[in-house]
């Protein structure tokens, strides 16, 4: 007798729905993304009248490096960005900093002590901060209204995600590297800066991309802890979107949406490889 050999389905023998499935994802994908953001380009290019109404039709005339220019002088834009940098930069190297050091301990130490703390560390993922009680805190620390208690909020808030995603990568790391480090005479600080440190950037820049997100877009944490006392992109723009200059003119707020994220989108298109690479890595391991 002749053997059956089992014929295997082919892709045009898949249903259509599962051939349909990547084009569909791709088009919701392009549509609540793209829509949006070309809504804010073509917006920032009309002028005053044009942009009265916000809509997705080209401006008849693109005036959009003239309304930035606009911006950026009038809208004190270096000023605010200046500010941001003063919290952003701090926050992050001091969340990516501790929250590694945590979770190298977190990972390498497998006691029901530390599971019990792990759970607790990243519980804050899920758990929203109480604002009023950070503020009345701070007021008390004497920290309210400054850069440095703006920046002891933020790390405490992103802590838990930097934890979750480091303790994950840590665990793909074999010990044996650490262990060689310890025989050679290493301390466990220098085992951590010398060995596991250098390992750790492509999941580290998955968390400064997430943590940049948040915090260089933040303004509702910011208006409560600063206060106005310290100007930030979203908070500059929260003030001259209120006040007369900016008032109905759209295509100046979307001129400075296009300044304000700017620096992101670099930071983001420079680092996509390592972001996914982390994200692959330290998440899903």
């Given at each position: ?23 569909v994802t791709f088009v919701l994908v392009v549509l609540s ?253």
């Open positions: 007798m002749t053997p059956v050999v089992p014929q295997r389905r082919g892709v045009s023998d898949a249903p259509a729905w599962r051939r349909l499935q990547p084009v993304i793209g829509i949006p953001l070309w809504l804010v380009l073509v917006t920032a290019a009309k002028s005053r009248g044009e942009a009265l109404t916000p809509d997705l039709s080209l401006p008849t005339e693109w005036h959009l490096l003239e309304n930035l220019g606009q911006v950026w002088g009038d809208g004190e834009v270096l000023r605010a960005s200046l500010g941001s940098l003063l919290v952003v930069v701090p926050s992050v190297i001091g969340v990516l900093l501790f929250g590694s050091m945590a979770a190298w301990i977190l990972a390498r130490r497998a006691t029901r002590l530390n599971a019990v703390l792990y759970a607790l560390a990243i519980s804050g993922i899920v758990l929203p901060p109480a604002v009023v009680t950070v503020v009345l805190l701070l007021r008390q620390l004497g920290l309210a209204g400054s850069a440095v208690g703006m920046i002891g909020v933020y790390m405490g808030i992103y802590m838990s995600t930097v934890i979750f995603f480091v303790t994950g990568f840590v665990r793909t790391i074999p010990t044996s590297l650490e262990e060689a480090a310890q025989l050679d005479g290493a301390s466990p600080m220098r085992v951590f800066w010398l060995v596991v440190l250098p390992l750790l950037r492509p999941v580290l820049a998955t968390a400064t991309i997430l943590v940049c997100l948040y915090v260089w877009n933040d303004v509702f944490y910011a208006f409560f802890v600063i206060g106005g006392r310290l100007d930030t992109l979203p908070l500059n723009l929260f003030r001259v979107a209120s006040a007369g200059l900016y008032l109905n003119n759209w295509h100046l707020i979307f001129a400075y949406v296009i300044l304000m994220s700017l620096p992101l989108v670099v930071v983001f298109a420079v680092a996509q490889r390592k972001i996914i690479s982390g994200i692959t890595s330290g998440a899903v391991k």
